[in-house]
């Protein structure tokens, strides 16, 4: 088959042995192809049968340039029929391997996810689990037999685990049914192929609309704490974000939105949670969802206040600078329009991988209240001043926040391009994405990079 229309309403592989199905569907108004290999014998057990099954709709996929569906109720390769059905779930993995960047995927996991289906979450773009869901490489009773720790299955690999700790589930949702309202709601916000346009919708809420409430969020203090996604949703249209992994990471959030009926991709520091500043979870969460909106032509806005990378021992010690550069590299790489905003602090080594004017970013703005520098006042007078008198060191910080810590020295120095009024923020930002969206930015050939995992 060639066209796509061939394949409407059209079974893959229809007189294949196994459980697993493929199928072009449609899910609100958008063509896709439907994988479904949720197995009721031997709780889902995989032939090699099924592993090519869920290959070919993978390859078809690609090959159609439709998105990818995949629901999953598997406990693995069948022992009964040995290194074969280990094939069928390999080939499976390397065709969904081959779609990543091409073809947006999502899995849906309905029950077990075990060994290698476990693998295949890590595969695809987005995993949704409903309440029923378990995924793991090993089950309760290996780990029980290697750490001698008794463990039940929902709290090895349950939809609450791998909601908040494992950052395996993008999304937890209470059926199958609402799984499919929540793959329309992503599928509105992306293209079907990596050579498409994301999807634009009519906007009914003014683009010049003021915002001052963006920053009424923020408190007296420099040091308080608030939620950014209330300065989020005054800038975005109706307010509305959708965030996969909102539970994972709160450090960071990562969400979709739409701005002028563009949609585009968020990133942005809580400073609710660890004070907005950036671990290893938060990094890895950054830079792959940034990695997937330049994939998938999503113009990037980055809201920034974070006074640097979290502190400690046992962070360094578990390769924090090799993930932290996760976060640089997939800006570094990105060719989609994007634009930075300064709130607040933006200090440091984290300064630099959210997006600074130096990473590349089309368009760099702050509010008045912003402070870029190395650190905070108090902490650069420690280390200069370290022998001054406490009264002489709060001087000495008054001094360094007059002269230093201010928007109008970094744009100065051409490192923010406009220091704007809070209130202007939503229409400022449409105004550069307008403006940017015919930009087009190609990378050096190469077979590929050599990203920092």
Sequence with gaps: MTGSDSLTETELRALASGFVRARVRSIGGRRLIDVDAQ??????????ADGQTIA?????????RLPLVLRIASSGADVSEGVPALDGWASAAYELT??????????????????????????VDFVIMTPEAYAFLSGPSMVEQFTGVPISTEELGGPRIHDRTSGVASFVVESTEAADHLIADLLAFLPDHTDDLPPVSECHDPVDRPTPEAYDVLPPSSNGSYDVREILMSIVDDGYLLEPHANWAANLVTAFAMIGGRPVGVVANQPQTVAGTLDIAASQKGGRFVALCDAFN??????????????????????MIRYGAQMAFAYARATVPRVNLTTRKSYGGAYI?????????????????AEIAVMGAKGAVEILNRRNTPEERLELEAAYEQRLLNPYIAAERGT??????????????????TMLAGKREHLPQRRHDNSPL
Excluded: C, H
């Design 56 to 64: 070919a709709g993978a390859r078809a996929a690609r090959e159609q």
């Design 353 to 369: 991988v959210m997006d600074s004017k130096r990473m590349g970013n089309d368009l760099a703005l702050a509010w008045p209240s």
């Design 98 to 123: 081959a779609n990543s960047g091409v073809v947006p995927s999502i899995a849906v996991v309905t029950g077990p996810a075990v060994s290698g289906p476990a693998l295949i979450l890590g595969l």
């Design 416 to 433: 923010i391009d406009a220091v704007i009024e809070p209130a202007a923020t939503r229409a400022e930002i449409n105004a550069a994405l």
């Design 39 to 48: 197995g009721e014998r031997a709780s889902g057990a995989l032939l090699r």
């Design 298 to 319: 999503l113009p990037l806005v980055t809201v920034v206040d974070t006074s640097g990378f979290y502190p400690g021992k046992d962070t360094e010690w578990r390769g």
